[in-house]
């Protein structure tokens, strides 16, 4: 078995496609508190200004459709990070994959006695 070239290559790869499940995960859970608290500060910003009143209809509505479409920003946009580091990490595996094919179907041609491709002058 040869040894696998490129090593720093993989290593990058498998951080950048780590990073992209621990940018997904983490985003979506901060979506979810970010979007539980403006539900809850929404709903107590009414008895805030007008003390005695409690939390008015009003506050809470508002509140859950800006926990709503924080939620829905947010997760696009995590989800977008996330998808750029993990994308980015499978090209990196797609040219290695190319590499070692390439590399492979030489050595099987130079087995079988074919010349090859001729060097590229210099």
């Known amino acids: 078995m040869e040894k696998k070239k490129y ?5 990058i790869a498998t951080v950048f496609k780590v990073l992209g499940w621990i ?19 929404g709903a107590s910003v ?17 509140g859950l459709v800006g ?5 829905l920003i947010m997760l696009l946009t995590v989800g977008l990070y996330a998808l750029m580091l ?3 990490a499978e090209a990196i595996s ?7 094919n390439t590399r492979e ?5 130079g087995q ?3 010349p090859g491709p001729a060097p590229p002058a210099q």
């Open 94 to 100: 797609v040219f290695l994959d190319i590499e070692e």
């Open 46 to 62: 009414p008895g805030m200004i007008e003390p005695g009143r409690g939390a008015g209809e009003a506050g809470l509505l508002w």
């Open 86 to 88: 993990i994308a980015a």
């Open 23 to 41: 940018t997904l995960i983490l985003g979506i859970l901060s979506a979810c508190g970010t979007s539980g608290l403006i539900l809850a500060g």
């Open 112 to 114: 079988r006695g074919h």
């Open 67 to 71: 926990a709503v479409a924080s939620f």
């Open 7 to 11: 090593r720093a290559l993989r290593t």
């Open 105 to 109: 179907m030489a050595r099987r041609l």
